[in-house]
């Protein structure tokens, strides 16, 4: 039997499973569609066609196993009302230097169409209680060397395949920065009513769309969680990061809440008086599964007559030894507290540590008063 037609054990080590999660109204529906596996959640009538969208596993783990570059799509925030729209807007579009574009390709570069979408958009909203969210706002980027014009475009695709016609949207590429990036505004209120409020198993599937987007255009490109690539440490919040580059630049000496709490934990684990959080060991475990599951693809493209599959074996048994073990935050706080305390540790010992041209029984010097 060819490789890839019973690649359902190995695509569950590439792609990640979601969890149905319940909600509350207006949300229900979306539920209810993903508990019952319907709607947008109905699964394909054809091997044929799940395969078109998700491309083979073998493809999938040669990306991987030899590091193709990963996309980035995440939400930066919700924008509340008109002016804090027109705000968004105006940071995007660099206050006019930028032109924002539309669904329609048409270009907006004044104040005044920025104010007047960012009403247009608000304005729906009127009769909801308390501050509503006018659009979403989410970025998609690519590493430095990426061409930043493909990029817009692998955009412009992932939101005409994603979104659709139901929600207007504006898009900024920015190039200010080593990786070229695109800002994406999506009006929340859709046509029929619908609210856009992308979930977690919607964002990975605008990273797989606009993964895709890019390949069509012939730069490689993936979208796989990070303990698929034996990588632990998750992501920080766009707030963190600043916080954090603020600290590294010099521009702040106060270490952020979050790293001075973390520290404070491992440094109980260190000392023996607290245990490592428990999605840590499940961490340790998902890599181990996940690379069991390498190997026994990498032993099935072995035994393939295909010259290029039996280098992808190899390529798949340098990627798993190269990551023998997968570390996450807490374990990298972890080892620098144990730094610290053994450090510590061998101070005291010096210190404490008699003088060999003091005779033994002499007694220590009285202490000095102030």
Do not use: C
Not at 53 to 77: D, Y
Not at 89 to 94: A, C, K, T
Not at 317 to 338: G, H, K, N, V
């Amino acid at each position: 039997m060819p490789f890839g037609d019973r690649d359902d054990d190995l695509w569950g080590a590439l792609k990640p499973s979601f969890k149905p999660r319940l909600v509350s109204d207006p949300n229900i529906r979306y539920a209810r569609h993903l508990v019952n596996g319907t709607g947008p959640f109905a699964p394909r009538s054809s091997a044929s066609a799940r395969s078109s969208l998700r491309g083979s596993a073998k493809a999938t783990l040669a990306r991987v196993v030899r590091r193709t570059p990963e996309v980035l799509v995440k939400v930066t925030g919700r924008k509340k009302g008109a002016k804090h729209l027109a705000a968004h807007l105006d940071y995007i579009g660099r206050h006019g230097d930028i032109p924002l574009e539309t669904r329609d390709g048409e270009l907006i570069a004044t104040k005044e169409d920025r104010q007047r979408i960012a009403d247009e958009w608000s304005d729906p909203l009127y009769w909801r209680q308390g501050t509503t969210v006018s659009a979403v706002a989410m970025v998609f980027s690519m590493p430095a060397g990426t061409d930043p014009e493909t990029v817009k475009q692998a955009v412009r695709e992932t939101a005409e395949r994603m979104i659709g016609d139901n929600h207007d949207y504006l898009m900024a590429l920015h190039t200010d920065t080593p990786r070229p990036h695109v800002h994406l505004t999506v009006q929340a209120e859709g046509l029929n009513r619908k609210r856009f409020d992308p979930r977690r198993e919607d964002l990975f599937r605008f990273r797989e769309a606009f993964a895709d987007a890019l390949r069509s255009r012939g730069i490689e490109a993936e979208a796989t969680p990070r303990y698929t690539r034996g990588q632990g440490r998750a992501g920080t919040s766009m707030a963190l990061t600043q916080l954090r580059a603020r600290i590294r630049s010099g521009a702040s000496r106060q270490p952020t809440e979050a790293d001075l709490r973390q520290a404070r934990e491992a440094m109980q684990v260190a000392l023996g008086k607290a245990q490592q959080p428990p999605f840590v060991t499940k961490t340790r475990e998902r890599w181990q599964d996940t690379k069991r599951r390498y190997e026994a693809a990498a032993e099935q493209l072995d035994r393939s007559s295909d010259r290029e599959d039996r280098k992808l074996a190899r390529d798949v048994r340098q990627f798993i030894q190269e990551r023998a073990s997968i570390e996450t935050i807490p374990d990298r706080m972890l080892r620098e507290a144990e730094a610290r305390v053994k450090a510590a540790q061998d101070r005291a010992r010096i210190e404490t540590r008699p003088d060999p041209g003091v005779p033994r029984g002499t007694a220590p010097p009285p202490p000095r008063r102030r």
